[in-house]
């Protein structure tokens, strides 16, 4: 086992051990012991050295962990086979904290997005918090690894309150990708968070099937301009709260030709500035077109938004509101002053309960084309089973049977399953004997179960662009 470690080389009849580290394959072991002894032949005949070697030797001069192997290029220094290193015999050092944040200004120099490059500085914190910002990244294993995966698990960044599960997924795939840098530069070998668990960021548990109904609901009863128009336009238009409404103004909205155009700001940022990176054209649902008339209506002089907050929006110093925080808080409260509970990842879940809705209508590359996500996405982060779904599936498509059998059963079916957001219960009794509540969105609202009856949507979109 020993030897199997161990390159024996014989240089001008000197016999020399040269130790390599357990970790090396042995066809790498081949590899480097039928190199060595082409260096000597050719040292020993004074010839030069081919292409091959000669980049060889510049690869292990340049990373002193090249094939898991403590500075291959120094010990073959010390039996005079290379020349030593021009600045020292020593390696230099690479402490991670530095070279973080040397990749941090370099994606800001390339223009990645401000949301971009705040995910990276939230990472680097996590990760120096049980690793030492100046140990060297070649000097960091799997053992290291591992011990900070279970170090971050147990940690409560404020009393009593831990990263989320998803959190450190999302930790764990950006930690991934500086490393996977630092391979390409060839300062490590292999990647030593390669096989470290990370967990998806979509958690089922906290998806939460909005119904329409609920939406209309707010829309109706709520003053507040601003609130209303955001659950609006997150629900019957499916447009992510707040990048997609950052610039959205009244020129995009064409009544006549069905639709309106998102300019999305995924993609890359000049300094501190905005740039337009991602636009896609969308239908206007039945359901969308009163909100954008409702917006005509209260449409101020010289309004060029569709949201008067949208223009702030875009400055430097509302970078932080950006991120939907401030705007969410003011909703949730409108939210409990109309007896409706908030749900779980308030303005996402309008989203993917839209989402919902229209895969069941309309082929899914087209919904994926208006709504700017790929079907990869759609199936595992928005896509629910509804109510309708399985009733529908439970009663051979007749939804005329299922919804009187769940009329009949209203009170057993209160809970069918988690992920459905409604009225309170207080409201049930009053509304479920109205039919078109809401004559804009053509449904009608039944005691215990939501059934829905719309026509076909006509529309037709040449998007130009899916995100992922």
Excluded at 366 to 381: E, H, I, Q, R, S
Excluded at 414 to 422: E, G, K, N, V
Aim: with cysteine.
């Amino acid at each position: 086992m020993a030897q199997r470690n161990r390159i024996f080389i014989s240089v001008k009849g000197i016999k020399y051990v040269i130790s390599l580290s357990t970790k090396v394959e042995w066809h790498s072991k081949t590899e480097i012991q039928h190199n060595i002894e082409r260096i000597r032949d050719a040292l020993e005949t004074d010839s030069p050295l081919d292409n091959y070697l000669t980049i060889w030797l510049q690869k292990i001069e340049k990373n002193p962990r090249a094939y898991s192997v403590n500075d291959l290029y120094s010990k073959l220094a010390k039996i005079n086979l290379v020349p030593p290193r021009l600045n020292s015999g020593k390696p230099s050092s690479f402490p991670i904290k530095k070279y973080l944040q040397k990749y941090v200004e370099e994606g800001i120099a390339s223009g990645k997005h401000a949301q971009t490059i705040e995910k990276w500085k939230y990472t680097i914190k996590a990760l120096l918090r049980f690793i030492s910002p100046t140990k060297d990244i070649r000097d960091i294993s799997v053992l290291d690894a591992k011990n900070w995966y279970e170090s971050i698990l147990k940690y409560e960044y404020q009393p009593n309150k831990k990263y989320s599960t998803s959190t450190i997924g999302k930790f764990v795939r950006v930690i991934r990708q500086f490393f996977e840098e630092f391979k390409d530069m060839e300062i490590i070998a292999k990647n030593p968070f390669k096989k470290i668990r990370s967990s998806g960021s979509s958690d089922p548990e906290r998806k939460v099937y909005v119904a329409k109904e609920v939406a209309a609901f707010f829309f109706e009863k709520c003053p507040d301009y601003q609130s209303r128009m955001l659950i609006a336009l997150a629900r019957f238009g499916g447009l992510r709260i707040p990048s997609d409404i950052i610039m959205l103004k009244f020129e995009d909205i064409n009544f006549e030709k069905g639709f309106f155009v998102i300019h999305g700001l995924k993609g890359k940022s000049k300094g501190s500035a905005v740039v337009e990176m991602e636009k896609r054209i969308c239908p206007i649902f039945p359901d969308l077109k009163p909100i954008f008339i409702d917006a005509f209506k209260n449409r101020e002089e010289g309004q060029e938004y569709l949201l008067p907050v949208c223009k702030e929006w875009n400055l430097p110093e509302y970078a932080k509101q950006r991120k939907g925080k401030n705007i969410s808080s003011n909703v949730r409260r409108w939210l409990k002053k109309l007896g409706i509970d908030p749900w779980a990842k308030l303005f996402v879940n309008l989203r993917a309960s839209l989402i919902t809705d229209l895969l069941d209508k309309h082929q899914q590359y087209f919904v994926c084309k208006w709504l700017g996500n790929t079907p990869n996405v759609a199936d595992k982060y928005y896509r629910m089973i509804t109510q309708e779904h399985i009733l529908n599936a439970a009663f051979e498509g007749s939804l005329e049977n299922a919804t009187k059998i769940s009329t009949q059963n209203a009170t057993k079916n209160d809970h069918f399953l988690t992920d459905f957001a409604a009225f309170p219960s207080a409201n049930d009794a009053q509304l479920g004997n109205q039919k078109n509540l809401y004559p804009y969105t053509g449904y009608e609202l039944k005691a215990g179960f939501n059934s829905f009856s719309e026509k076909d949507m006509e529309i037709s979109s040449s998007p130009t662009r899916t995100r992922t």
